[in-house]
């Protein structure tokens, strides 16, 4: 007969060195200001906020089953945010951040009442038309500046510089370092489970009593409102904003580059992916159009051969998994007593 007893594991050896590699590289942004160069330091914001933008879209596509290619309308009405509130309200661009936030998932509401009567590749083509159609209103309203765009320097007047690099960068941090861990916290809780239960079979999920609806309704807010912040912080390290450049598809096509490479579904995912962009991009940038050409011939070949993205190829083949949000079963045998 089988003495044993189960004990659930959430925690695997990779995530413990996993939590200290990542304790180290926290502090080591932290403190990047005073000892890095402000080119390492731009550098290192850029990646931190393209890893926020990753994760969320990985977070709505992912695990929510929310195809969407108009990121990039929350992304430039963040943007906007500076024009409104920093030009026009004299608001601190850095307090503008979490307001734009807030801004931003307001507008998803109404928006998301409308999207989510679609379905499918309609759902995705409809979130482009959304985001064109904040480009549109925005090139047509004269008092943020219209088609021509408008600088946003005055928002940072008076504020030194080592300041305002340095707060940009830890804004950054926040933004790329807390997108990972609330998506790895939210995966963890029952709301997860019932995330990845909408996104394998909305009937299936129903008949367990998960609210599909509230769900999608949550997903899409929260993925909004991140990138209406990180859209914020992005004009503000380039102190000009133009409606081509704010609602840009590039923004989206970047996320999805990432999370397709890296590995979509995964909280590692995005992190690898990001990576992998920046170095592309360091490597082929000097080669003009060529690079976008690349860039696109790599996620066409991941897509066909390697679909589950790099870091789903090695967590398959070596068992790796720093943020485990699976539930482990093991039985223990229990000693037996003598006789």
């Known amino acids: 007969m089988d003495h044993s007893t189960p004990t659930i594991e959430r925690g695997t050896p990779a995530s413990q060195i996993g939590l200290a590699l990542a304790l180290l590289l926290l502090l080591a942004a932290i403190s990047a200001p005073w000892w890095a160069e402000r080119s390492a330091q731009r550098l290192l914001t850029e990646f931190l906020y393209t890893l926020a933008l990753a994760q969320l879209w990985n ?70 038309v959304v985001a064109e159609v904040f480009r549109l209103l925005v090139a047509n309203t004269a008092s943020v500046g219209g088609g021509s765009g408008t600088s946003i320097t005055r928002t940072v007047t008076g504020i030194p510089a080592w300041w305002r690099e340095s707060t940009t960068l830890w804004l950054a941090l926040a933004l790329g370092a807390g997108a990972t861990l609330a998506v790895y916290w939210l995966l963890r809780s029952r709301h997860g489970l019932a995330l990845t239960a909408v996104r394998d079979s909305e009937p299936a999920a129903e008949s367990l009593g998960v609210s599909v609806a509230r769900m999608k309704w949550f997903v899409y807010i929260v993925s909004a409102a991140g990138c209406g912040m990180v859209g914020a912080l992005i004009f503000i390290t380039k102190l000009r904003i133009a409606p081509e450049a704010a609602f840009s598809m590039d923004w989206t096509a970047a996320m999805f580059f990432v999370v397709i490479i890296g590995g979509i579904g995964t909280i590692e995912g995005p992190i690898v992916g990001t990576l992998i962009y920046f170095l592309l991009r360091e490597f082929l940038s000097d080669y003009g159009s060529w690079y976008m050409i690349v860039l696109g011939c ?9 679909p589950r993205g790099v870091w789903g190829l090695m967590s398959s083949r070596f ?15 229990l000693a037996k007593e003598a006789p």
């Open 59 to 128: 977070l709505m596509a992912g695990y929510g089953g929310l195809l969407s290619v108009g990121q990039q309308g929350f992304i430039g009405l963040g943007g906007y945010c500076l024009v409104v509130l920093g030009l026009d309200w004299g608001i601190n661009p850095f307090l503008i951040v979490p307001l734009a936030g807030v801004l931003t998932a307001a507008v998803a509401i109404p928006t998301a009442a409308v999207l989510f009567r679609l379905r499918g590749a309609y759902f995705a083509v409809g979130t482009w």
């Open 298 to 306: 790599v996620a066409v070949a991941f897509m066909l051969w390697i």
């Open 319 to 333: 068992g790796l998994h720093f943020f485990p949000v699976q539930r482990r079963v093991r039985l223990h045998a």
